[in-house]
């Protein structure tokens, strides 16, 4: 199975990928790109709706879309010795001695579909649990085995990721021209338990001064939903002032602990429904009538 030829992904160095999206510049019906942003499936809980995971995976194949994942892929907390384990968290399929095994490979097994548009896998915190304190990299891992059945080149990522989205078009004899500037997507994620009341809208701004080459910032962790805009007063070498937007993301989950019938630590915490979902990217190409004045815009929808 190949990669999708309308995009690819190169590895700079660590946390750091370019994304390119290779634009029909003479052909205007085409000038769209998706990109299903996921975060927090926790795809092994019982609590997670796979169904709905699936939905959303098919609509990618519909949109001919390519995937980002933010990380938290796995719960993986039912292992021996861990605290947190619960007989009553654990899927049957994972009821093994090989339990961290069972995890990737059954994961494996329900994304191989679609690993042709899977580009970058990244890091949770429950992942990063799982390495420190077991010392083996689910994430990775999934990774090298859906490579290895497929042949199709995801990269494993970290739990913060800068995605350098580039727009190219090929010309007479199949050479690459570039298009557009970069559009560059800080994704992250998480950390912190959001707040009840400000679901981590205050931690966003704050993201938003320390990461100011980031047209978008996108976040998950806490399994809340959201989008909004900081429009920024900016100026040019020259002394030419212009205003630029940073879109904020927070990616929900596909994790559903709320419910009167369990007595579980979400609802032993008082924490309220969550809402579930992923994120519709959708990069468009402005079409004016000189190449060199090729803009990429990107506007973002709840997958639900």
Not at 18 to 46: G, M, V
Not at 54 to 66: I, M, P, S, T
Not at 163 to 171: K, L, T
Not at 215 to 243: K, L, M, P
């Amino acid at each position: 199975m190949k990669k999708d030829k309308r995009f690819s992904v190169k590895k700079v160095s660590e946390g750091i990928f370019f994304i390119d999206l290779f634009f029909e510049a003479k052909n205007k019906t085409k000038q769209d790109f998706w990109c299903l942003l996921r975060s927090d499936a926790h795809h092994d809980n019982p609590h997670s709706d796979n169904a709905l995971e699936l939905k959303h995976l098919n609509e990618a194949v519909r949109k001919d879309a390519f995937i980002l994942d933010n990380g938290d892929s796995f719960c993986a907390m039912q292992g021996k010795g861990d605290p947190r384990a619960s007989k009553d968290d654990i899927k049957e399929i994972h009821k093994k001695g090989c339990y961290l095994d069972s995890l990737v490979s059954t994961y494996a097994d329900f994304l191989e579909s679609y690993s042709n548009r899977i580009l970058v896998m990244g890091k949770g915190n429950h992942e990063t649990a799982v390495l420190k304190h077991r010392e083996t990299d689910l994430n990775q891992r999934l990774v090298d085995t859906l490579n290895g059945r497929t042949g199709c080149g995801i990269q494993c990522g970290q739990i913060a990721n800068w995605i350098g989205i580039r727009a190219y078009s090929r010309d007479a004899k199949n050479r690459k021209v570039k298009l557009a500037k970069h559009f560059w997507i800080y994704m992250f994620h998480g950390a912190g338990g959001g707040g009840p009341v400000t679901k981590g809208v205050i931690g966003a701004n704050r993201m938003g001064v320390t990461h100011p080459d980031a047209d978008i910032v996108a976040t998950g962790h806490t399994h809340d939903s959201w989008f909004f805009t900081n429009a920024r007063s900016r100026i040019t070498h020259d002394g030419t002032e212009y205003i630029d937007e940073q879109l904020h993301i927070k990616i929900p989950t596909y994790k559903n602990e709320y419910g009167v019938k369990d007595s579980g630590f979400h609802m032993e915490k008082g924490r309220p429904p969550k809402p579930l979902g992923a994120v519709w990217l959708k990069f468009s190409l402005q079409c004016p009538k000189q190449l060199n004045t090729f803009a990429l815009n990107c506007d973002a929808s709840r997958a639900n």
